[in-house]
């Protein structure tokens, strides 16, 4: 049965019944004849030098292919912004869990036993396991040859620095003299697991030929592609990368997890190569949000009108830099929050320490600095007496304001967003009668906070071929992948309601080099932006060939024809007189023209700040980010007063989605982002002791259940459609989880009159701070 292609219709994604009756195929689930499987050999030192390696026990085993070390590879390094890292560790280790040594075997569990009868013999080395120590003047180096690496944006660093970074705006040291008020706190947030369902998995195999091709569970085809040629030296043409379906990825699989090693073991059997981590394996090799400290101070009149903002920022990158440079910027990039803030200037370093790299996470960067600054918009509004929601609307950036050096803002609706959520929380009465509320008889008093969210859902390029085939069905081949988040059927929606066709008459092409085009990757919320902006292309130039022929089939001219639905074209104002896309495809396949193919190809791009206005020191370029997008989320939480704990017993989380393309996954996407940052918020940890990490399972490492997640979630949709999109919409992928910490932080404090400025908020910290305030 056809299903509507109208945009903001409820409908299922087109892999549910696939991924719910488990036809859907993952990597894991991939064979091939002969296939070999691999296992990998962790590092147990932190920070060591290799001095040698004795794999004859492991090669003997029976059932063994290959075993390969740093010494059996080419020492070629890659990397999205700094080519600090190799496949396997060459001459040195840098953290526990980085591989070390490769094993291909008839089966897994022999590949596992004979990873484990490899001995490396290492000399430890002093190891620095937090920025602090890192930034010490006698610390060991992490990357001693780091001046050699190559970089592709204008790196400023020192010592273990990745990069230092400065954003400056106005003149932030007169502007203290004008401030009646000042608030000033150290904010301090945690390494965060991704925990995806599916962890890092790669097939690879190699042709006669020498090309190798990977399948594999990531975020981008395209950058897999291109750190696998890098790493082994090949032409990006020798290399094919595809996605099957993916289970998870929050910016976790963005850069490459396994697939260089599978692609190694692949060349040297000349046999399909699977590998697939455990989980415990996952946490310790991949990868981790950025744990961050940060020192906010902001300067406001009496009257609350905010003045003045500086900062510093101190990231833990982990031993190799992966996307740290650009994770820090966008600290920096945020902090001042969706506000009026005339004066500011942001610090910021990332630095290498000898642990799990950290990475691209849900946010990224942003769901950092919105702790700080949200927390201390509510500091602020307690210092000055006024109502958290009113100092908010007070500064927020309204419409024909800019972001930093005049980037510009399609449409400022963070305003509409907090009155959404003050509306639909009855704020002012359930707070008042909150803070009004003796503490119950079993010792816990409920409390409500507010935060604001900015972020942005335009990145870099993408592109997108829209072929018509003969009976006027659609397939669309883009290079996006679909990792969980439903952007195949909101393509589809796109493709279908400008060519207003039913949505099943729409096929999408697995991600894949050979046969989609580019696209730079599925993170950044920029998918529904980036590709919408291409299908629109696309199908204009589908259109543009298909009228010619409709004409000529109707014995009229060109401009006497339109679409209508059904995949027809009819005379305008006679819509009886038609001819289905059938016809026309029909027509230019065999007799007219040529099959019908559209095509878009869009890079987002604006012009750099303006230095007289922002000056930017060591930061990537902006001039490839844009479109903001603004939400609004208000939490209660209880807190128990005898033990600490916290929990969100209801939220109310408004985003502005420029124009939802299905109503139905834009509400999933907020309330699963919601929880996803109850997580972040109040239990999730990743926790090392001198470089080893000390709850690598789910065991040990607690993620929000559904008894954790409040039962009620309202999920605000606002619709202002994005003037700079041709069917209005913005991104939602991240939005949801960036403001749910502070907003917790500031209903706890609601509640119990105490601030907790490190997360996550545990009871053990909510109780100490409970305690300090009685004493």
Known sequence: MSQVSELGASMPRLEASAKATGVARYTADLAF????????????????????????????????????????????RFGLMIADETALAIDKVRYIGEPVAAVAAIDRETALAAAELIQVEYEDLP??????????????????????????????????????????????????????????????????????????????????????????????????QICIAEALDLPRAKVRSISPYV?????????????????LLARETGRAVKVVLSRQEDMMMMRSRHPARIHLKTGARRDGTILVRTGSVVMDGGAYADDSPAAMHMVLH??????????????????????????????????????ACESQIDELARKLSLDPIDLRLRNVLQ????????????????????????????????????????????????????????????????????????????????????????????????????????????????????????????????????????????????????????????????????????????????????????DCSRRAHFKAGGPIIGRGSYVFRVEEPDTELTINKGMMSLAAIGTYVFGAQVV?????????????????????????????????????????????ALMEELVWSDGQLTNPSFMDYKIPCSLDA???????????????????????GEPPVIGIAPAVGNAVEHAVNVRVRQLPITSERVLRCLLDRGS
């Open 33 to 76: 004849p002969n296939m070999l499987h691999g296992a990998v050999l962790m590092s147990t030192s932190a920070h060591a030098r290799i001095k040698s390696y004795d794999v004859s026990a492991a090669r003997a085993l029976p059932g063994v292919r290959a075993v390969m070390t740093g010494a059996d590879i080419p020492r070629k």
């Open 127 to 224: 190891g620095v396991f937090t920025p602090d120590e890192a930034m010490m003047p006698d610390a060991a180096i992490v990357h001693e040859t780091f001046a050699a690496y190559p970089k592709n944006f204008d790196c400023i660093a020192d010592g273990n620095a990745i990069s230092i970074a400065q954003v400056l705006s106005g003149d932030p040291d007169e502007a203290w003299a004008e401030a009646d008020v000042v608030v000033e706190g150290v904010y301090e947030t945690q390494a965060q697991y991704h925990a995806y369902m599916e962890p890092v998995a790669a097939v690879a195999d190699v042709d006669g030929l020498g090309r190798v091709t990977v399948w594999s569970s990531t975020q981008s085809v395209f950058r897999t």
């Open 247 to 263: 289970g998870g990825g929050f910016g976790g699989k963005s850069e490459p997890g396994v697939q260089i090693i599978a692609a």
């Open 334 to 371: 945020f902090l001042r929050g969706p506000y009026r803030v005339p004066h500011l200037r942001f610090d910021g370093r990332v630095l290498y320490t000898n642990k799990l790299r950290a990475a691209a996470f849900r946010g990224v960067g942003n769901a950092q600095a919105t702790f």
């Open 399 to 582: 419409q024909g304001d800019s972001w930093l050096g005049k980037h510009p803002i399609g449409s400022a609706s963070i305003g509409e967003c907090l009155q959404r959520v003050r509306s639909e929380s009855n704020w002012d009465a359930r707070r008042a009668a909150l803070a009004e509320a003796p503490t119950s008889k079993s010792g816990k008093r409920r409390g409500l906070g507010v935060s604001s969210v900015v972020y942005t859902c335009a990145y870099l390029s993408t592109s997108a071929i829209v072929r018509l085939l003969d009976d006027g069905t659609v397939t669309i081949a883009t290079g996006a992948v679909d990792i969980g988040q439903g952007s195949d059927t909101a393509i589809a929606q796109m493709c279908a309601a400008a060519l207003r066709l039913p949505v099943d008459s729409v096929n999408i092409v697995q991600a894949d080099t050979d046969a989609t085009p580019f696209n730079s990757g599925t993170n950044a919320s920029r998918i529904t932006y980036m590709l919408g902006q291409v299908i629109a292309q696309a199908t204009d130039d589908i259109v543009s060939q298909l009228f010619p022929h409709a004409a000529e089939l109707l014995e009229c001219s060109v401009e006497d024809v339109e679409l209508v639905p059904g995949g027809r074209v009819a005379i305008k104002g006679v819509k009886e007189r038609f001819v289905s896309f059938a």
């Open 636 to 680: 209660e939480t209880e807190v128990d007063e005898v033990t600490g704990k916290v929990e969100v017993v209801e939220a109310w989380s408004a985003h502005d989605v420029g124009r939802a393309v299905n109503r139905q996954a834009v509400e999933g996407q907020i309330e699963g982002g919601l929880v996803q940052g109850i997580g972040f």
């Open 710 to 732: 409040p039962e009620n979630i309202h999920a605000i949709v606002i619709e202002n459609p994005e003037p700079t999109h041709p069917f209005g919409v913005k991104g939602i």
